[in-house]
């Protein structure tokens, strides 16, 4: 489909190939979401795989995943019971979900999988400025640290991946290496990308671009227990 899926873009690199950070230290988010890392089942729906990734992602923190119990993308649908987001992820004519929009369904969709002690907020990536890029590093430090929030990032394909897809996209943030300031996208879309490791700033980039479709600006969101 593009050409990352015959050669690996030069800025990223593949966790198949790269895994230190892994294997020495907790990475309590990779440990909660690889598990149930899922291709997206339309050409629109990842905004629905990543928000059944970071569902069952908090259940497993919370200690409440079961095997047969898992969130499905179509369970998950059928509970909403939303036909504006199932409009939205079935092609031709879905556009997706904008970060706003996916923030309010995962929010409804916590409390009916009965994840009281989780909440959901949306930061607006408007400028890859200091600030903006604090913030974002003090959010993914939290997660490595903390072990109580999953992130999930609005990006521009393109910019990440140097491709040329010149469309948004949504997926969870695995992990975070401060070291050498990259963070894991554990990308939804695997039919050409495998998880990866992109630098943090690139990544920050990649989300300031208005989305074309709903003219509303792009970010990431932080599902944060307590």
């Known amino acids: 489909m593009n050409e990352l899926s015959r050669t690996t873009a030069s800025h990223l690199s593949p966790l198949s190939r790269d895994h230190a950070y892994i294997q020495n230290n907790p990475a309590p988010a990779y440990w909660a979401l690889s598990p149930h890392l899922i291709h997206q089942h339309t050409d629109c729906s990842c905004s629905l795989a990543t ?7 908090a259940r497993a923190m919370d200690g409440v995943s079961e095997i047969g ?10 509970r909403m019971a939303d036909p504006e987001w199932e409009k939205g992820i079935t092609p031709p004519d879905g556009g997706g979900a904008s ?9 409804r969709a916590l409390s009916l999988y009965a994840l009281s002690g989780w909440s959901v907020e949306h930061c607006i990536v408007a400028a890859e400025d200091s600030a903006t890029g604090a913030a974002f590093r003090a959010h993914l430090i939290a997660m490595e640290q903390k072990g109580d929030r999953l992130l999930a990032g609005n990006y521009h394909l393109a910019t990440t991946y140097g491709d040329s897809w010149d469309i948004g996209h949504f997926s969870p943030l695995g992990a975070y290496d401060a070291a050498t300031d990259r963070v894991l ?6 039919a050409d990308y495998e ?9 920050l980039k990649a989300m300031v671009p208005v989305s074309p479709v709903s003219g509303t600006p792009r970010g990431y969101l932080v599902l944060k227990r307590g």
């Open 51 to 57: 928000a059944t990734m970071l569902l069952n992602g």
């Open 69 to 78: 119990q898992f969130v499905s993308e179509r369970g998950l649908l059928e």
């Open 99 to 107: 970060l706003a929009e996916l923030r309010d369904k995962l929010a």
């Open 185 to 190: 996208l554990l990308d939804v879309w695997k």
């Open 195 to 203: 998880p990866c490791w992109v630098d943090r700033m690139r990544l």
